[in-house]
């Protein structure tokens, strides 16, 4: 029903900033809300924030912290994911993720997901 297309990721040193953007293309883009979520090496999927389908309403996982920011624009059914002061730890594949079912800060809620973007923060 939706495509998600991420770009973005990349390597950055230890305080630096990344912007990721996931593009939505289908029947059902642009109809739910979208979120981010990520997984490290050797753990499991977590959530990371999530956007309501007008974008009024934002959710973050604890350890974002203030440091990241999740946007949309509805015209282009396109979510972004500024995260700035970037740390090791958050090292991981992005994915981005659309139409939950159930709480959105649980990954397993998320019907789509996208193929995954690539983000390393070295110290």
């Known amino acids: 029903q939706v495509q998600l297309v991420e770009s973005g990721g990349g390597s950055v040193q230890a305080g630096g900033s990344l912007r990721l953007s996931c593009a939505a293309f289908g029947r059902t883009a642009g109809r739910y809300a979208m979120g981010w979520c990520r997984q490290a090496p050797g753990k499991e999927r977590e959530f990371v924030a999530a956007?309501?389908?007008?974008?009024?309403?934002?959710y973050y996982a604890p350890f974002v912290a203030d440091r990241f920011t999740i946007s949309r624009d509805t015209a282009k059914n396109t979510v972004y994911l500024q995260m700035n002061s970037l740390k090791p730890e958050d090292t991981a594949v992005y994915y981005c993720?659309?139409?939950?079912?159930?709480?959105?800060?649980?990954?397993?809620?998320?019907?789509?997901w996208g193929q995954g973007t690539q983000v390393t923060v070295s110290s």
């Open positions: 993720t659309d139409d939950p079912e159930g709480t959105v800060y649980s990954p397993a809620s998320w019907g789509y």
């Open positions: 956007i309501s389908r007008s974008g009024e309403s934002t």
